[in-house]
């Protein structure tokens, strides 16, 4: 069974940059894509963006140019870096695992993180 | 780009059926996958590839798809099914999520 573990700062001041990173332990961390996506307090779910084991990329159109997913396969580890944040990044933010980078179609996210609240605040 | 509409909120009499929508252009031709996620903890996917259900959910979730609706039904609703529903696509390199519903057990 796959087991996601994240960690990073929750409380960050406007304009200063975004920094988690998830573990990934119990399954294989080759062969499928790793999501970051974040949920603002009471509202929905908000997909960020992706990397696979090559380091390919894809982004939300809308974030792409602060957002950074980095992967470290010799530990296992994915992270994700969002710059100039402001109080609209305030939310819990998930890392989880994707689908496996030969499925038919897209598989869905079967495992996720335990969540981190990100706090913007002056 | 891609959206997904669902309704705010769906309340359910215990033991009955619930079903939720989730509209979108075309979804009929894509992969629909569904979560539920209660309050405080991550989304857990219910249904995935549209009817599909993952080991450990019970038969009592299902869900189809076609034309512009995919729709997820939760039968013989239990309190353990309240919390909130978000449906979710792959779209052009991008993964999308439903606006998300709140199902009430009464």
């Known amino acids: 069974q796959v087991q996601l573990q994240q960690w990073g700062a929750g409380l960050l001041k406007p304009s200063e940059t975004l920094s988690l990173t998830c573990v990934v332990s119990g399954g294989s961390f080759s062969g499928y894509y790793w999501s970051w996506i974040r949920q603002p307090p009471g509202k929905g779910l908000e997909w960020i963006g992706e990397?696979?084991?090559?380091?390919?990329?894809n982004y939300k159109p809308s974030l792409r140019s602060r957002v950074t997913i980095s992967l470290d396969t010799s530990k296992n580890q994915f992270s994700l870096r969002l710059n100039s944040v402001t109080a609209a990044d305030t939310a819990v933010y998930f890392c989880?695992?994707?689908?496996?980078?030969?499925?038919?179609?897209?598989?869905?996210?079967?495992?996720w993180g335990q969540g981190t609240l990100v706090t913007v605040s002056s | 780009s891609y959206e997904l509409t669902q309704p705010l909120s769906v309340s359910v009499a215990l033991g009955q059926t619930a079903r939720i929508t989730c509209g979108g252009n075309n979804i009929g031709s894509k992969n629909v996958h569904w979560y539920q996620q209660k309050p405080g903890q991550a989304p857990v996917l219910v249904i995935y590839?549209?009817?599909s259900r993952p080991s450990g959910i019970p038969e009592r979730f299902s869900g189809s798809n076609s034309g512009n609706t995919a729709t997820l039904t939760i039968s013989r609703a239990q309190a353990g099914d309240e919390g909130d529903y978000y449906c979710q696509v792959w779209d052009k390199n991008i993964e999308v999520f439903g606006t998300g519903t709140e199902v009430t057990v009464l």
């Open positions: 990397i696979n084991q090559r380091g390919n990329t």
């Open positions: 590839r549209d009817s």
């Open positions: 989880a695992r994707g689908s496996h980078i030969a499925a038919p179609g897209r598989d869905p996210f079967d495992s």
